[in-house]
């Protein structure tokens, strides 16, 4: 019995332990989560966009815009990573003036002449020891030379090519480029003595310069009887045709047949001429009145006064576009001539208001940027 009770409390024991030992714990099943897709561009090694962007590795772009490795553009943003997105000037590659050689020529506008000379001159101080030879002929001849006789590798302009300059180019197998240098305000000067006439309107300039009137009390019986006595540039000049298109709706015939009028493509001998009588009365770019202020007189147009405010604003009436053109097979064979154009274009905003004129937009000057690239590949 006494063996018998032994044996049982044991079992009585491990049947104990087991009842009272905790349950085994067991893992509750996990709600299962909605699958969710990923975008490509979280998971792919590259980025791809259609449409007007495709991009893959670093960056490509199709349409306006492609880059491969760094950075390809189109012509008017090749100049510059981020000109489009931010506003900033375009960069065109660096020119070092001690490396270039061989000579150039350049004739056209008398307007343009002194920031092209000025540009000339600090190419000639920062190293280039070649010949740059620049002829103030007045647009119409710059271009005579340089559409017919294709003697010049750039034409100075004080206003756009014509449809048939371009085709006097065209037959000499050369395709004018324009490039956007600037903006003048043409300049509408008296005699320093002329105190009764100060402010005119559109219509009474035009009556000034033309046969209109003869005295000066045609225009206001309150000025004097005086014949006027009239100083323009020649014919050949960018500034008598933008004057002829601005003010005579292009009809020359009134100003060419009005009596006391001495034409010349020489500005110096405008300022001369009007400085020397109290009647006189004259027009020409800013730069020469800027250069001659101490000598003359300039008339408000409209009530507005020309300076940078006001021709960059549109105000005035009389401001207009500057320009140079070339020719990307001169530019080829005379890299010298493109090494020019892209030093011009990098530093004219430098030099364009100490010379007397103002700047073109960012816009025009990053255009003009482009074409340079764009003809130079």
Known sequence: ????????????????????????????????????????????????????????????????????????????????????ASGEMAELPEVNPLEVTGDIIIAGSSTVFPLTEAIAERFTDEGYAGNITIDSVGTGAGFERFCVAGE??????????????????????????????????????INPANDWATDVTVEQLGQLFTLTATMWSDIDPSWPAEPIQRFIPGTDSG????????????????????????LSEDDNVLVQGVEGSEFAIGFFGYAYYQENADRLGILNIEGVEPNFDT????????????????DATIMAEKPQVAAFINFFLTNVNEEIETVGYFPASEDALNAAKGALSEAMQ
Do not use: H
């Open 311 to 326: 021709v960059e604003g549109g105000e005035y009436a009389l401001a207009r576009p500057l320009f140079i053109y070339s």
């Open 239 to 262: 500034t008598f045709d933008y004057f002829v298109e601005a003010v005579l709706e292009d009809n020359s015939e009134p100003m060419l047949s009005a009596p006391n009028t001495q």
């Open 1 to 84: 019995m006494r063996r018998l009770t032994f044996m049982i409390v044991p079992l009585l024991l491990v049947f104990w332990l087991v009842a009272c030992a905790p349950a085994p714990a067991t893992e509750a099943p996990q709600a299962e989560a909605p699958a969710t897709e990923v975008p490509a561009a979280e998971v792919a090694p590259s980025e791809e966009v259609t449409g007007t962007e495709e991009m893959t590795g670093t960056t490509e772009m199709t349409g306006t815009e492609e880059m491969t490795g760094t950075t390809e553009m189109t012509a008017t943003e090749a100049t510059t990573e981020t000109a489009g």
């Open 152 to 189: 010049t590798d750039i034409s100075n302009a004080s206003r756009a090519i014509k449809e048939e300059e371009a085709a006097n180019c065209a037959t000499i197998n050369r395709t004018p480029i324009e490039f956007r240098v600037g903006t003048d305000a043409l300049a509408v000067v």
